[in-house]
């Protein structure tokens, strides 16, 4: 529970920091981009974990949530309605979005099966959940993973490998996901936006797209 906190406390301290790494990484961060927006569906949208809103603008996703006041204000600026809270305790009411979008905020949650059920809860009927994050057992991954003790906002994060992700996402009713993924290169030597390919094992950036289940 302290490292949850810690991790947030980097975010509300760091907030510029967070945004330079943007601008140093252009590449990485375009092929992030387009590999979520390669899964994106039509409809209205809302990012749990939406940060300064670097995907959630470009994307079209008015809608945001996140703890961190502080990444929160840059949000704003960016056009976003924000709403002050954590994944676990959406104050959203039920059945109203037709899709949900956590990116690189799955590490971050105290209870990710809590969470599941929330997005369930908000999302209509066959709503899509769309998951991106770092795939811990990728080449990347492992690069995060050794360096996390040294970087503030991922030194208490929680890498999950896709498998993972996958499985705690059936048992919580989203299943049959499809897969595609990105980032080949480490993020400061790409010097094009990266290809996306389906599946994952090789990307550092992996993106899930799945639907409600029907019976849930
Ligand atoms: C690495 S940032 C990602 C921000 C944005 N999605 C992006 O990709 O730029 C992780 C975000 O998760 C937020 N966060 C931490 N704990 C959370 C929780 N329990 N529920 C929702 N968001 C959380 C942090 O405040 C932070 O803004």
């Known amino acids: 529970m302290k490292n949850r906190i810690k991790s947030l406390e980097a975010f509300e301290e760091h907030t510029e920091r967070y945004e330079e790494w943007f601008a140093k990484n252009r590449f990485a961060y375009l ?7 390669s899964l994106l569906p039509a409809g ?3 990012e749990i974990g939406v940060g300064t809103g670097r995907f959630a603008a470009p994307l079209g996703i008015k809608f945001g949530i996140d703890p961190s006041l ?5 949000a704003r600026e960016r056009k976003i309605k924000v709403i002050g809270g954590i994944g676990e305790y959406l104050p959203i009411i039920g059945n109203s979005f037709d899709y949900v979008l956590i990116t690189t905020t799955l590490c971050f949650l105290k209870n990710v099966e809590k969470t599941l059920e929330e997005i369930k809860r908000i999302l209509r009927k066959n709503g899509v959940l769309i998951l991106a994050f770092i795939d811990r057992e990728s080449f990347l991954g492992k690069v995060y993973q050794k360096k996390k ?3 503030p906002f991922y030194k208490n994060a ?3 490998s896709a498998n993972e ?4 996402l059936k048992k919580s009713g989203f299943a049959k996901p499809t897969i595609n993924q990105t980032l080949f290169t480490l993020p400061e030597n790409l010097q094009k936006i990266d290809d996306i390919k389906d599946s994952y094992g090789k990307g550092g950036f992996v993106i899930l797209r799945m639907r409600k289940n029907r019976e849930v």
Do not use: A, P
Request: charged share 35%.
């Open 31 to 37: 092929s992030e981009l387009e590999g979520v927006k």
């Open 44 to 46: 209205k949208g809302i």
């Open 70 to 74: 502080s990444m929160l204000k840059v």
């Open 149 to 151: 003790e040294k970087n």
């Open 158 to 160: 929680n890498f999950y």
């Open 165 to 168: 992700v996958i499985k705690k």
